[in-house]
């Protein structure tokens, strides 16, 4: 790797005049043999390759390797040119940074079109050549450094590519009755138990659903909140762009997100020309609507990162231990691929998600515990059919990344359950051990200063009722008798002529 770098030194007065020629050479020689070679292996590190003074300008070019690369060769010399003009009762002004070149080996078939602060790419010869358009704040924050890491992001990212995503049978279910084959989305919109929203892959619940939903969401709540002492929350369903920096989604989430905008003010004089031209047409205007309002973050998507500001910043004491909390107070939103199909892939959709924090080994103790709470209910409730897979870490795909976690307690499970109608698995929740990620990105530390972990369980309603009702079909007669006793009389409203 190999770093090119020319760059201006403005100076509060005429260096020429105060400074001697000698001086500067003495000074210069001496930075290239210690300050900017230091922490490098012998005979590697940046080097001050041509130097010219004029008048209050001191002109800078530098190359280095990849061991002192050569903006932190240029802020070590800045630091230590103001020690030396000092001296002179001259002051340093800034820096321009007039050009910044890297060039590096690269493999031919990654083509690399367009980087942050690049304002040229040239890719030849199994090499990438990346002219930098930066200023002394952007070398301050690193942003060189961050523009290599995401090179090998994109590299790592390429390797991965084509590859599946993880995936690793833990457990199967026994066989089990089906009482239906057709696809119970088709069969709920024809009972009219269902309909189609205005919104994208966005659904109404009709009484009959509902209250499958809600037995669904008593069942978890009894049969694993409670006895395994969950308390419930409220988490928000709107987040701010400063959680999902926190959480990683910051990441990967930009392709699916359902995005939040604010009015850039409420001031109706403001807004007057959409509410006119709506009046005039009876259209939206949505272009006019664009360049009016701010975006602020966007919807709820994994449920549990918006939590993590409750405990932001604090410290917890040791003996209140795990913590165990839960929330279903809303919607999820995904923009979905083409793949959106009833009420198995949705835009929107119901969700209980479970989060607890604890040292590691509560942490991985209360995954077991919802795990055993959890095969109870698909075996004896719901008397379905079902496996469990380890897969890539739920945190790690969505920030777009695949494999697994360093550490072999971090990671994912997913249930899984056949749909007759297609043959096909749907994953219809998860369990995971998130490791140290959660408390780390929104510090949050223990009184002992022990290490804290936390994991979560997103147990999604719709998912829960396409698995049952594919398996078990809609004569409630051959439902599990527990299970239909739960549930009660359904309601019998809404029918259209
Ligand atoms: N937060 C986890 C997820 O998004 C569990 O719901 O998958
Ligand atoms: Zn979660």
Redesign the pocket.
């Known amino acids: 790797m190999e770093f090119r770098l020319k760059a201006n030194i403005k100076c509060s007065g005429s260096v020429s005049e105060v400074v001697s020629a000698p001086e500067i050479t003495e000074f210069m020689r001496d930075c290239n043999e210690g300050l900017l070679k230091k922490g490098a292996p012998p005979g590697c590190g940046a080097e001050i390759v041509w130097w010219n003074v004029a008048g209050e300008k001191i002109e800078l070019k530098l190359v280095s390797d990849r061991f002192v690369r050569a903006h932190d060769a240029l802020l070590r010399l800045k630091n230590e040119l103001g020690k030396f003009l000092g001296k002179h009762r001259i002051g340093i002004r800034g820096m321009e940074i007039e050009d910044y070149e890297i060039a590096m080996e690269w493999e031919a078939e990654l083509r690399i079109k367009k980087l942050p602060f690049v304002k040229e790419i040239k890719q030849e010869e199994g090499r990438l050549k990346l002219f930098l358009d930066v200023d002394e704040f952007a070398l301050e924050k690193r942003i060189p450094d961050r523009i290599l890491r995401l090179l090998e992001d994109k590299k790592e990212a390429a390797r991965w590519k084509g590859k599946k995503e993880h995936w690793e049978l833990l457990f199967e279910s026994n066989k089990k009755s089906f009482y239906f084959d057709k696809d119970p989305t088709e069969e709920l919109i024809k009972r009219g138990w269902i309909k189609h929203a205005a919104g994208r892959g966005q659904w109404i619940y009709g009484p009959q659903s509902t209250k499958i939903f809600r037995t669904f969401e008593r069942v978890l709540l009894d049969e694993v909140c409670k006895p395994l002492g969950y308390e419930e929350m409220i988490f928000p369903k709107f987040v701010t762009w400063d959680v999902w920096k926190r959480s990683g989604h910051a990441k990967g989430i930009f392709p699916e997100a359902y995005y939040v905008c604010t009015p850039k003010t409420r001031d109706p004089e403001f807004w007057e020309d959409v509410m006119d031209y709506y009046k005039v047409t009876n259209e939206i205007p949505v272009e006019m609507i664009m360049g009016k309002i701010e975006n602020v973050g966007g919807m709820c998507y ?3 990162p918006p939590f993590w500001v409750f405990p932001q910043g604090e410290t917890i004491p040791d003996e209140i231990l795990p913590i165990k909390v839960f929330d279903r107070s809303g919607t999820s939103y995904r923009y979905e691929s083409g793949g959106l199909h009833g009420i198995e892939r949705l835009d929107e959709f119901h ?1 209980v ?1 479970i989060v607890w924090i604890g040292k590691k080994e509560q942490v991985i103790e209360q995954s077991k515990q919802l795990q055993a709470k959890y095969r109870r209910i698909f075996d004896e409730l719901l008397d379905i059919e079902w496996r469990e897979a380890w897969v890539t870490p ?1 945190f790690m795909a ?1 920030e777009g990344k695949t494999g697994l976690a360093e550490l072999k307690e971090v990671g994912t499970i997913d249930y899984e359950a056949v749909l007759p109608y297609n043959g096909k698995w749907l994953e219809f929740q ?1 369990v ?1 051990v998130n490791g140290d990620k959660y408390p780390k990105g929104f510090n949050v530390k223990l009184q002992s200063g022990a290490e804290l972990w936390s994991g ?3 147990v999604g309603l719709e998912r829960w009722a396409a698995v049952f009702l594919a398996q078990k079909g809609f004569d409630t007669d051959k439902w599990p008798a527990k299970f239909r006793s739960a549930v009660g009389e359904l309601p019998e409203v809404f029918r259209f002529l």
């Open positions: 994994a449920q549990c969700r998600e739920w969505q998860n995971s979560c369980s997103g």
